[in-house]
């Protein structure tokens, strides 16, 4: 079973950046993608970005795009989200999950997912 936790959430003003972190137990062909995704109170899961090991390829979310980045480091198993000029609408909960094949923005892709970190921006 691949393990997949997130951390890095917090309290922040409009404006700052924030690095969350997605470690996995192992990396194989079967988690070859870490996703990530976020959620808040009464809204749809929405897809944020996301990355894959073997191919480095990346791809966001019309949301974050510009604002948000991919980062890895591959001996340490983990993924890193690093988020900047965060806003209000930003606010969620933020979810890393693994899948096979290519990054995909569809959820239903994703087999393994952490718990969660929530992310709080202040205006």
């Known amino acids: 079973q691949v393990q997949v936790a997130e951390s890095g959430g917090g309290l922040v003003q409009a404006g700052d950046s924030l690095t969350l972190s997605c470690v996995v137990s192992?990396?194989?062909?079967?988690?070859?993608?870490l996703g990530w995704f976020r959620q808040d109170a009464g809204k749809e899961r929405e897809f944020v970005a996301a990355g894959a090991w073997s191919s480095g390829r990346t791809i966001y979310g019309n949301a974050v795009q510009g604002r948000f980045t991919i980062s890895r480091d591959n001996a340490k198993n983990t993924m890193y989200l690093q988020m900047t000029n965060l806003q209000p609408e930003d606010t969620a909960v933020y979810y890393c999950?693994?899948?096979?094949?290519?990054?995909?923005?569809?959820?239903?892709?994703?087999?393994?997912w952490g718990q969660g970190t929530r992310v709080t921006v202040s205006s």
């Open positions: 192992e990396r194989t062909f079967r988690n070859d993608v």
């Open positions: 999950a693994a899948a096979p094949g290519a990054p995909t923005p569809w959820p239903s892709y994703y087999y393994y």
